[in-house]
């Protein structure tokens, strides 16, 4: 098994669900920064240029929360995925309300502060992002009153994803007023076998990256 991944990125959500399981894998960093993922070789195994990428044998697959799904799947023994029928559809709802209604603000967020060309950002864009995510924000935040994890009474694949996208949504200050949030993101990042958090992953690269004179 292979991951493509690149620091900070949400391939820290599929190296997180591979810790948990415990499952061996060759880590393969492609350098954004540097544009390998615009490589041909890597377009070759992924057309669109996003991180991460999984290989597991001759399947090929991307979208962070479809990999998670089909690790937690291919391993039901650690019990990632819940098996009741009612609680696995709890399971795709929170993982679907993470994609679209929270990270969804997010990209356009860093995309008008720092991905796009700065005479194509849109200071106004920002505002109405963030004022679109603190609603919804809410919803979780009322959702975790007196609950440890997202489903069920047991941690799942859903816990990974989500805890990485309020991390994003911490390193920009959007959790200020939701303390039960910020308190689970932490419990969940105390686990032992969780991954790094955003801002170690981008101190690690700096770290990495070579002197100059």
Same mark, same amino acid.
């Given at each position: ?12 959500? *599929? ?30 195994? $992924? ?51 993470? *994609? ?52 069920? $009474?047991? *941690?799942?694949?859903?816990?990974? *994803? ?7 949504? $911490? ?43």
């Amino acid at each position: 098994m292979k991951l493509f991944e690149f620091g900070p990125t949400r391939s820290i959500r *599929v190296r997180w669900t591979l810790q948990e399981l415990g499952v061996e894998f060759e880590a393969v960093t492609i350098n954004l920064i540097a544009g390998e993922h615009r490589s041909p070789e890597y377009l070759k195994i $992924n057309p669109a240029g996003r991180i991460p990428t999984l290989i597991d044998g001759d399947l090929v697959l991307t979208e962070s929360v479809a990999i998670v799904l089909y690790l937690a799947e291919k391993y039901p023994d650690k019990r990632l995925v819940p098996t009741d029928f009612a609680q696995r559809a709890e399971l795709n709802k929170w993982l679907l309300f993470a *994609v679209t209604e929270l990270e969804q603000p997010l990209w356009r967020i860093s995309h008008h502060t720092a991905l796009y060309p700065e005479d194509r950002r849109l200071p106004a864009e920002v505002v109405l992002a963030r004022e679109d995510f603190a609603p919804m924000a809410r919803v979780l935040e009322e959702h975790m009153k007196g609950r440890e994890f997202v489903v069920g $009474n047991s *941690v799942t694949v859903a816990d990974f *994803v989500l805890a990485y996208t309020l991390d994003w949504a $911490n390193e920009i200050r959007l959790l200020d007023d939701c303390p039960r949030l910020r308190g689970y993101m932490t419990k969940m990042y105390a686990r032992p076998h969780a991954a790094p958090r955003i801002a170690a992953a981008f101190a690690s690269l700096s770290a990495a990256a070579p002197a100059t004179k």
